[in-house]
């Protein structure tokens, strides 16, 4: 894989939250150091790449994702030193590193906005996005913050309204502006330099706004409303026309792509919060001269029937053409799938096929730390509420709390991550579910999920092949073909809790094997108990 510069494609990126991953200093807190440590358990998963969630010096008033230093680590965390010390492990054992970019916006303490911030004339005051008030003082238009209220803040030393997106101390930079613009493509270059192999890039379709500052229009009776907020949100009562998915964005996602091309092998995984995420997925993944790959909320949603599951397939397959998705069934911003998903499920053998799933879809993969272990989503009381999202929303949405909670290595106080009370409680549930107690049972989960890797990764229609689904005479599967250089896999999918039955149209010439699952062929009729998945060479 060191030599293979399309590693990505296809490829395993195993989602790290550092805060959450291992504390080496016995702060509470995860950091680098403590990254470096499990380096090896990652590595024996058979993924191909790590990315880390935001490890820039921060306020941490949104844990990271609101940057004052693009070019150093937070104390917190470590150091470049110790950054530089996790790179060179990783690629010992083989495992690319990746790093989220927050680019859209900074912290409001960061040195260009606290100089844009202080008059008209000064040399950063467009690098972000300013606005007059209306004549009756109020703000410049509708827009609205993810995280709730007018997404506009006014300054009284500038007597003028900033855009946020987010938290009011997130404020957003003005990628009209050239020279802001190169400087958030020199800071990337910067980290290239370093050593890390590619960016998972933050709000990505969130870097331009329309500069006519025109009002959102609500959503139409009926419609859907986006995927990137809950539903009880007013954010999600608008269109987003102006505030986002602009344009303009084409431009930068080429600039962009020249620099990743300088350095071979590096590769981006844009997140798409959006209306319409699937265009905006084939708009910025085709043409091999933008993003790499991105994801979409369509499988981090609620939603997961066999219907709903095909639905998305369908509109893939008609949308987003030779564009390159990365599917994902949990991360940082949702519920964990585990529960999500799988509430009143078997909790192996849920997890199990889900995973099933999504690895043998046309695109790459995101795992996020725990799912290998089946970690439901985690009860975080109000009073150790941390998200600064979930407690206004509260109760109906506790905010991202309950998925990052401190990974559990054993059994133990802390679950083996910190000598101390961490910043976020460790929930009882998941220590039975810990990498130690499930490392010594061959039957556990973590066991099947790594025979189930190892397994795809030798499969180059899975890692690499267009998909077709196709008609089999029950409602209840999920089934497609997966074709590269002639040769075709048919994967059936059976997620309900029943067996199924479905006979085939198509010849199979060989039932593949290896993967863990029990699914059988009888002539033309194959057998799935519940939660199992089957593989088979067709003609």
Known sequence: MTTNLNWWKGGIIYQIYPRSFMDSNGDGVGDIAGITTKLDYVASLGVDAIWLSPVFTSPMKDFGYDVSNYRDIDPLFGSLDDFKKMIARAHELNLKVMVD?????????????????????????????????KPDGSPPNNWLSIFGGSAWQWDSRRLQYYLHNFLTSQPDINFHCAAARQAQLDNMRFWLELGVDGFRLDTVNFYYHSE??????????????????PHDNPYTYQRHVYDISRPENLGFLQDLRSLMDEFPGSTTVGELGDDYPLERMAEYTSGG?????????????????????????????????????????????????ATRWGEGEDTIAYPLVALALITSLRGSVCLYQGEELGLPEADVPFERIQD??????????????????????????????????PWLPVDDRHLALSVAEQEANP????????????????????????????????????????????????????????????ELSMPV????????FTASLNEQVVSLPAYQAFYARID
Not at 122 to 129: I, S
Not at 292 to 312: C, G, Q, W
Not at 393 to 417: A, H, I, S, Y
């Open 101 to 133: 970019q927050v680019l859209s916006h900074s912290a409001e303490s960061h040195p260009w906005f606290e100089e844009s911030r202080q008059d008209k004339t000064n040399d950063k005051a467009d690098w972000y996005v300013w606005a007059d008030p």
């Open 212 to 229: 006519g500052l025109e009002d959102n229009p609500p959503v139409p009776e009926g419609e859907p409303k986006t995927m990137g907020a």
């Open 509 to 516: 010439t060989d039932v593949l094997e290896g993967h863990g």
């Open 289 to 337: 001269d933008k993003l790499h790959m991105a994801y979409t909320f369509d499988l981090l949603n609620t939603p997961h029937s066999p219907t709903y599951i095909r639905d998305v397939l369908t509109n893939m397959q008609d949308i987003v053409g030779d564009g390159w998705p990365c599917w994902a069934l949990s991360n940082h911003d949702v519920v964990r799938s």
């Open 388 to 421: 600064p999202y979930g407690i206004p929303l509260w109760p109906v949405f506790k905010g991202r709390d309950g998925c990052r909670t401190p990974m559990v290595w054993n059994k133990e106080e802390q679950g083996g991550f910190s000598t101390i009370e």
């Open 443 to 502: 039957a556990s989960l973590l066991h099947k999920v790594r025979q189930l890797i190892k397994w795809r990764q030798t499969q180059p229609e899975l890692l690499n092949g267009e998909l077709t689904q196709v008609e089999v005479n029950n409602q209840d599967l999920i089934a497609y073909v997966r074709e590269y250089e002639g040769q075709k896999v048919l994967v059936v999918i059976n997620m309900t809790k029943d067996a199924q039955t479905a």
